[in-house]
């Protein structure tokens, strides 16, 4: 399509898609209020309104729900293509995915036949009221987990992903370009180092840097105060374009919570709160084998990690309420995957139907409640937390667990990591693969996680800040690649894997987590290293 006609029908969606929404309503509803304004003249009646809906803030509102919708939606298609183009347009990327979701949902239904226990049932009244009174300190409980297992893990899914071929590829050329070094065999498109300085000028050695002490250019006390300065009118302008343009320099720490949620354009109507308050009460009233696994995922990782432990309860009562939101399904419109189902019987026995298991569509993997942790850190509201982590999901962390050809994409980052060792640090990508140390191997679980539950937590926000401000989980593959360039010289002596997961997990980077600065060393990457 031309330009004109993406437009109109871009235009065209976002109308149709907010049409019926809660904001739509209070619009009319204050519009009609206009109209009983005394400074409302009917010659310049449609001038009056619009100038009374911008002066009372709807106006900003109405400007805040179209950019979501901009960010979320993907760019319309070409009228005679089918839908499943709009989720994926390369057909074997759909056809492992699919070949994926049927591995994952066959895993989920032998547990529920070994174990005997039905994928859902309706609490006892008795264990409703427990439940009930012990919402906010479900962490206490210790329920006999020992027969559950996580559905899969990160590096079942990375050998899905280095088992994925382009069949229109010829598979007997010659192995001679060096992307064929690398655990990654298809082609996307990628982009390299001079690429990405023009996609990232902010991260730049001319511009200033929360996360960076010594910027040579700019005062580091001079830049904070301005920036704080500029951080606190974006706020009070309730601006989610501006929120996010500010956050590519990074948040103040007492900024952060309101720019978030500014920038996912995360409400909190009365409106948010009843629907937090319904899925608790689903979540009440029924036990779901699911719940089950999202107890297991935070025992095994939150629960034993120093920075998150505090947070079980709200962990629990996020992603137990996450599995029943029905909402999120509306993201597997522009997901590659398609959402799991389940057969169950009608009352009468006589009918079978086919309903989406679980409610939201998302089987929970082992690291999942890791997307959930850092952001415990800026919200205390559980109702708050919930509405800006389900925004998170549906705009960046499911792409982190399908198989797509977006640029976001997990496959498109791991390629993405491969390149930037490949033409920055050749050498030492060759000799780790020699010693069967492909680096994938050991970045991928941080890839997987956006790096949550390996950097300390200011380092992580500061990371997550670039994610949203540039709207793009690329900046996760650049780190990933700069951690190892941090750690080249060591790496040139290992002769194993696993001493090159010593040298890059225990010494200096890793494990202790004070030592590691991440904006430094991406900006060392992009902007330091020659072309």
């Known amino acids: 399509m031309d330009e004109a006609a993406e437009l109109s029908a871009s235009i065209a969606q976002i109308v149709q898609r907010l049409k019926g929404t809660h904001l739509h309503s209070q619009l009319e509803k204050q519009a009609k209020e206009c109209l ?32 979501r919708e901009l960010h979320i939606l993907p760019p319309p298609g070409h009228p005679r293509a089918p ?36 994928l859902a049932r309706k ?15 479900m962490g206490t409980d210790e329920p006999d987990l020992s027969k559950f297992r996580p559905v899969y893990a990160p590096k079942d899914f990375l050998e899905v992903l280095i ?14 370009v060096r992307s064929h070094w690398g655990l990654i ?51 009070s302008e309730q601006d989610s374009a501006a929120a996010q343009q500010y956050s590519r320099q990074g948040c103040p720490t007492g900024l952060r919570a309101q720019l978030w949620t500014l920038i996912v354009n995360s409400t909190t109507d009365p409106e948010d709160m009843t629907h937090y308050e319904q ?26 990690d120093d920075y998150y432990f505090v947070f079980e309860d ?45 409610p939201n569509g998302v089987i929970p993997f082992h690291g999942f409640s890791m997307y959930v942790a850092p952001l415990c850190f800026l919200y205390n509201e559980p109702s708050k937390l919930y509405s800006v982590f389900r925004e998170m999901y549906i705009r960046y962390f499911f792409r982190l667990h399908s198989i797509s050809s977006h640029p976001s994409g997990l496959v498109s980052l791991c390629l993405q990591f491969e390149r930037l060792l490949q033409t920055q640090l050749p050498q030492l990508f060759y000799h780790l693969r020699e010693i069967g140390a492909q680096p994938l191997r050991i970045a991928f679980k941080w890839i997987v996680r956006a790096f949550s539950g390996y950097l300390s937590t200011d380092q992580l926000l500061l990371l997550w800040d670039r994610i949203l401000g540039y709207d793009s989980l690329e900046i996760v593959a650049v780190l990933a690649a700069a951690v190892f360039a941090f750690r080249a010289e060591n790496l040139m002596e290992v ?11 225990k010494q200096a980077v890793l494990a202790d987590l004070s030592t590691l600065k991440v904006m430094p060393l991406i900006q060392i990457l992009l902007f330091a290293t020659a072309i």
């Open 495 to 505: 002769t194993s894997l696993a001493s090159a997961e010593v040298v890059i997990c």
């Open 83 to 118: 839908p499943e183009h709009t989720k994926e347009p390369l057909a074997y990327m759909r056809k492992a995915q699919a070949a994926w979701e049927k591995r994952i949902t066959k895993s989920l239904n032998s547990m529920c036949t070994e174990l005997g226990i039905p």
């Open 185 to 235: 065999q298809v082609s996307l498109n990628v982009r390299d180092i001079p690429q990405m300085r023009e996609m990232y000028p902010e991260l730049g050695f001319t511009y200033g840097q929360l996360g960076i002490d010594d910027h040579t250019h700019v005062s580091p006390d001079l830049f904070e105060s301005e920036h704080i300065h500029i951080g606190q009118k974006v706020v």
């Open 36 to 67: 009983h304004r005394p400074e409302v003249k009917l010659e310049s009646l449609k001038d009056d309104v619009r100038r009374l809906l911008k002066e009372s803030g709807w106006e900003r509102k109405l400007q805040n729900a179209v950019y």
């Open 279 to 304: 899925l608790k009460a689903r979540v009440i009233h029924h036990d779901l084998l699911v719940d089950n696994l999202i107890y297991k995922d935070v025992k095994l990782t939150a629960s034993n």
């Open 163 to 176: 088992a994925l071929r382009n069949p229109n590829n010829d598979c007997s050329e010659e192995l001679t």
């Open 314 to 358: 709200y962990l629990y009562q996020v992603l137990l309420c996450f599995s029943r939101d029905t909402a999120v399904l509306e993201h597997f419109n522009y997901n590659s995957a398609t959402p799991p189902k389940s057969s169950i019987q009608s009352k009468a026995g006589s009918e079978q139907f086919h309903v989406v298991y679980p």
């Open 123 to 137: 609490r006892p009244v008795s264990e409703q009221k427990e439940l009930t009174n012990k919402w906010n300190e």
